[in-house]
């Protein structure tokens, strides 16, 4: 008699939802505030670890390296070596999904604040 198994799959990979650029950013704004600042700052070029220091403002230094593992792992930054400089250092940029998630929070927080704002304190007024 033989015995047929069925094994189950490890791994269930989910379709990512459509607006998944809104779901990053909805992330980034609930989540650790530094995250978000990390995100901010390295809008328009990578910086280095000594770069995102002043970001700490008295926290510890192990917070901002937990916070750039954690976007690492999300793969919303991207940690690169510059080898042709020496001594050779480290530097960290936004992927693509990260990318997507600041502009996406960008336009979301641009949303809230339009949909917050008093219509008729932008209009000019007659008379």
Known sequence: ???ILKAKPQFVFED???NWSFHLAKKLEQGNPL???IVVRLIGRPHRYSELQPLL???GKNNLTQALKRLQLESIIDMRTNFRASPRYD???LSFIGIRAALALAS???LE???TMDPSATRPSSG
């Open 1 to 3: 008699m033989d015995v």
């Open 91 to 93: 530097y960290y940029e």
């Open 16 to 18: 990512p939802p459509k």
């Open 35 to 37: 995250d978000r600042e």
């Open 57 to 59: 403002r008295g926290r």
């Open 108 to 110: 979301r927080e641009y």
């Open 113 to 115: 604040y339009a949909a």
